[in-house]
């Protein structure tokens, strides 16, 4: 890798930053964090970056306004140190559920983010599998959204498919099941499900046939994980003979991995590193998939103007049914 590349990790990132820069073969940059008496924080990158081409690596996860208010000034840090481009490296972008306005007199957080972030001093973002397709165009610079299903995927081939079908939590998240499916050569089954407040969701019924099978559930995202529970207790009534959950963003809070893994009917859960994954959430039925080597490969060909979207766009979905 050239050596004016320059990676540097946010408090949260310093791990996947760790793996990228493994894989490419070049040092993680140091950088400095600390907090005032007043309580505000100041943060200084410590490695050159004049007409360097600079990676910042943070995911939004817990504390996320802490997290974010950190890669804001280790943005507004590099392009202060006259980097030739910097490119706010995402693995999890949290605002990005808030999409769309679907309340009176609320903010449209994942838009205000996105700006926030471009005004800070990022000229290009790297992100992974934003939760809705039109939070991409939310940012005013080239972004890349790479996916993790190739690497899902490869994971469950080391399992018997014959009897498997993929199951969508919802329809929302259908084109993204559909794709895997036939990455896996699966059928394809999704939940009808309708959400009354943040955490309380209702699935009314499954559209596929589940009866007797192993089933694969694939969601986007799991936070607390009450709509897995809620598709797993509808599965399971359905016949499902077992169960498999994986998802790219394991937020995993409220004792998530626990209330999954722990069920009679769940072989495994799998999600990816996109977020910290701490040790009161490790499990001996949770499985990590590590993306840093697919992030270190879209920042090879950034770095050369290539191509990144041949590398990592999602195979192209089919009708559901």
Sequence with gaps: MNSDV???????????AAEICADLGVPLSPSRTQRFANDCIETQLLANCRERDVYIVQPLAAPVQENLVELLMMLDAARGASARRVTAVIPHYSYARSDKKDAPRISIGGKLIADLIVKAGATRILTLTLHSPQ?????SVPTDQLNALRQLADHFKSVDLSNAVVVSPD????????????????????????????????????????SGKDVIVLDDE???????????????????????????????????VQRIADRDDVLELV????????EDKKHEKLTVIHMGHAFAEAIKRIHSGESVS???????AQPLF
């Design 6 to 16: 320059t990676i540097f990790g946010g408090q949260a990132g310093q791990e996947f």
């Design 135 to 139: 939070v991409q165009g939310f940012f």
């Design 171 to 210: 329809l929302g998240n259908a084109k993204e099941a559909t794709a895997f499916s036939r990455l896996l050569g699966t059928p394809v089954a999704a939940g009808a499900k309708e959400r009354f407040e943040n955490d309380k969701v209702q699935i009314t019924s499954i559209i596929g046939s589940v």
């Design 222 to 256: 799991i936070a607390n994980g009450s709509t897995v529970i809620e598709l797993l207790d509808h599965l399971k009534k359905e016949g499902a003979r077992s169960a498999r959950v994986a998802c790219t963003h394991g937020i995993l809070s409220n004792n998530a």
């Design 271 to 278: 999600t990816t590193n996109s977020v910290p994954i701490g």
């Design 310 to 316: 041949a590398l990592f766009e999602a195979p192209k």
